[in-house]
DNA sequence: GCGCCGTGTGTCAACGTCAACATATTCGAT
DNA sequence: ATCGAATATGTTGACGTTGACACACGGCGC
């Protein structure tokens, strides 16, 4: 900065000045300082800026390595949105299972150069890892809502459930088998919940729910089971992985999907639609929710108070693998 | 600092030291001032430390927004060997396509604290973008070659098409079609050529490839026009979403996956295993590649000298998708 | 003609840390 | 007893930036 300011003939104060746009500048003067700062490739030192002003225009995520999918397109989209924002994003992994890893990342973090922290898992694993966030720091959860201690954001899970449920039901089947996720994750068990209840709001009970844990593999053991049983004409996998699972098992078993049995994933991956048969899904928009995260971490920053976060709302994509099952045609 | 130096009775500088554990500390004042550390709660500036030192501890990775499934797990792994070594990792995402957008993320980056760069973008693409990579930076490039000015670590892409391939031809097949990526890709070129050769090198013609786009829905389309002849018993796709797409286009036709056609796809994403039928494919490990990057950007940072760094092996990975020409039987 | 305000620019100090140097103590070897 | 090396701690200044303050100039209203 000293030689762009000797360069220009002018202060380190007005380069300065130049640089953040702020105070009074003579237009010769600015025109000058930025000569000079381009011939001499001047870039200002975030360190020393950090130093000074307290902040570092940088925020965290916390995310568990190996995330889904949907995750992985929230931090993009969290990426994204901050770098609008003129923020950088600081990505702090949590190796997934290792208790004391969890702890550490946090404690990690607390080291880095970060002025908000947004943290992008499941609740109930959060809890199990007994950590605490550090205070001072603004935090936004995203899917998951740990009491109200810190604002969060999410899709709206039960809508999305809802949907997928009613478009089954609408079809003319008898009652919906559900493939849920694992039990320590919020969005399983609240999609696992509003299946239940909009059963029950038509009257029927819930057949017993199999638990699953978002893999294809798991989906596939759940399939195996619900096949034994030819009763079961439409199954809602609580996330498109589990679905194709479920698929490759019945078809397996020579069972046909769609004519002999509806499948509903959860999630929108964008093969989805190239599966065969195409599978109807619930199409989530993480990039969404990612956007809000940051929008509502940078209302925290400035001190804004704190307002109740809209869900993100969920559109059902019907595709060939669910029809109205063989009685009712 | 200050504080606790007051509380331990000490100056600043033996807290720096008992720190950094560097110089000479007696044992007593250590334990004073660790407790006294652990009762304020003090954490280090790192702003004030990157100052001092020049140094950030942290990577930046410059990526695609919206990047395939392989390089989502390639940044992942390289956050967690990155968090392993110490080092924060900043990501800068560009958004595809627009062409000032690539730009200005590499001007974004220079602004930003980061002691070296990986880039997860595929060489073309960089080209295209006409980006000038900031010198004085460190950098390592992944899934791409460009020139030697930069060390570079991918996936041995050229291996794995070839173990596809040859699994075809030894299964019985007369040839094998192809479905590519995208044309700007090198990873797509690396593979289309190691097909070609791998067929030429058994006296085989390649017949022409048909051009897609990563997508499963450009396999979708190529498969359309693959089925329209009978001669094709073989297909390897560029990777696994677009051999998902090929799949349900041969299977609408009513031709059945592997006894009228054997397909291959690369990448191993988890749940191909669970597709119906299961598939198979090259089994990549982006969660080396990403280790293996920082690896090097560490020897990078350190002064170390720059060694030709290994390709990362791939393995082929049976499964239904792939079986015995009919007239071989 | 006087003071005041708006504009344009410079000086200084401080942010928290640590390398370099200075100082003090202990201990073993001569 | 003396010296030097090893050990232990304190003092100072600088990293690059910017907020606070000071200063200088011209124009305006009275």
């Given at each position: ?171 003319g ?150 029809a109205a099952p063989r009685t009712a045609r």
């Amino acid at each position: 900065m000293e030689d762009v300011a000797r360069e220009a003939g002018v202060s380190g104060q007005t380069v300065s000045r130049v640089v953040n746009a702020r105070g009074y500048v003579g237009a010769a003067t600015r025109e000058r300082v930025e000569d000079a700062m381009q011939r001499l490739g001047y870039r200002p030192n975030s360190a020393a800026r950090a130093l000074r002003s307290g902040r570092f225009r940088a925020i965290g995520v916390i995310m568990f390595s190996f995330s889904s999918y949907g995750n992985q397109r929230t931090l993009d989209a969290i990426a994204v949105r901050a770098s609008q924002m003129g923020y950088a994003l600081t990505l702090i992994p949590v190796e997934s299972s290792a208790r004391d890893t969890v702890a550490g990342a946090f404690r990690r973090l607390e080291e880095h150069a970060v002025d908000g922290i947004i943290i992008v898992i499941e609740a109930h694993q959060l809890d199990e890892a007994e950590v605490e966030i550090p205070d001072g720091l603004p935090v936004v959860l995203v899917d998951s809502n740990r009491g109200a201690a810190h604002p969060f954001v999410d899709t709206d899970q039960a809508q999305g459930a809802r949907l997928a449920t009613e478009h089954l039901l609408d079809l003319g089947h008898e009652t919906v088998w559900h493939v849920a996720g694992p039990a320590k994750s919020y969005s399983a068990e609240r999609r696992r919940e509003s299946w239940r209840v909009t059963l029950e709001s038509r009257g029927l009970a819930a057949p017993e729910p199999l638990q699953g844990d978002w893999s294809a593999e798991s989906g596939y053991r759940a399939g195996l089971r619900l096949r034994e049983d030819d009763s079961v004409t439409a199954v809602f996998a609580a996330n498109d992985q589990m679905a194709i699972g479920v698929v490759r098992a019945f078809r397996e078993a020579g069972k046909d999907i769609p004519s002999d049995v509806s499948v509903v994933g959860f999630d929108g991956l964008p093969d989805a639609a190239q599966l065969w048969p195409p599978l109807t899904t619930v199409q989530q928009h993480p990039e969404r929710v990612g956007a809000l995260a940051v929008d509502v971490l940078l209302v925290e920053l400035d001190g804004g108070e704190r307002g109740q976060t809209p869900l993100v709302g969920t559109e059902l994509v019907v595709r060939e693998s669910t029809a109205a099952p063989r009685t009712a045609r």
